[in-house]
């Protein structure tokens, strides 16, 4: 799950590769994140990615394209750290996101999100977080996007009951398969943001939504 089988080094050939599709996760709390940030008169995005690495880069390409998508003309703004779990080199990135006029902060999965998530509660701004479910976002989150590791495992386990698994290669698992979703709302959300946001989930599960970039330009 979550692991490209190009990568692993003899390409077994009884194994296949469950990717999500971060890019749909990143556009989903980039539409978000652009929407609040026009709400407040903001005129920047900000997004510290954990690690330079493909899946990670596909979340913040998306996040960005989301945002120009809600709030055409909004700059987007983004670093990268030196691992997931590196929460004060996040924040001191993300602050200086914040102090370069960013109004929303992404904050990704692991301690990273966490020190991302307290610059953004500490600069009066908000966050949305990629998450997966096994625990609470930060508090002053506005949004959390979920990758559904769950869903991810029963669609393997379904395709080898049926004989369609794709042994030695890899399979895209994103909002049509109920992988990507929306998690949490913070209470600082207004009903038109959710309802705008909903409606670009559905979007993408019908395949209506298309070209969202995986890499950063």
């Excluded at 949004?143 to 393997?156: G, P, Q, T």
Aim: net charge positive.
């Amino acid at each position: 799950i979550g692991v490209d089988v190009t990568t692993l080094t003899h390409r077994p050939r009884n194994v296949e590769g469950v990717l999500f599709a971060g890019e749909q996760a990143g556009y989903l709390a980039g539409y978000a994140a652009g929407r609040w940030a026009r709400s407040v008169h903001g005129h920047a995005v900000g997004a510290v990615g954990g690690l330079d690495i493909p899946p990670i880069e596909r979340v913040v390409a998306g996040f960005e394209d989301g945002a120009a998508k809600a709030a055409p003309g909004i700059r987007a703004i983004h670093a990268w750290s030196t691992g997931i779990g590196d929460a004060a080199a996040c924040r001191r990135q993300a602050l200086d996101e914040l102090h370069s006029g960013a109004a929303v902060e992404l904050a990704p999965g692991g301690m990273c999100g966490e020190g991302v998530a307290a610059a953004a509660a500490e600069k009066h701004a908000v966050s949305v977080a990629i998450g997966t479910g096994d625990a609470e976002p930060p508090p002053g989150t506005l949004l959390e996007v979920r990758l559904r590791f769950d869903v991810a495992v029963e669609s393997a386990v379904a395709a080898a009951r049926t004989g369609r698994l794709r042994l030695g290669r890899n399979v895209l698992v994103g909002a049509a398969q109920g992988a990507v979703t929306v998690g949490p709302w913070g209470r600082q959300a207004p009903g038109r943001l959710r309802s705008a946001v909903d409606r670009q989930l559905t979007l993408l599960r019908s395949g209506r939504i298309h070209g969202i970039p995986v890499a950063v330009g």
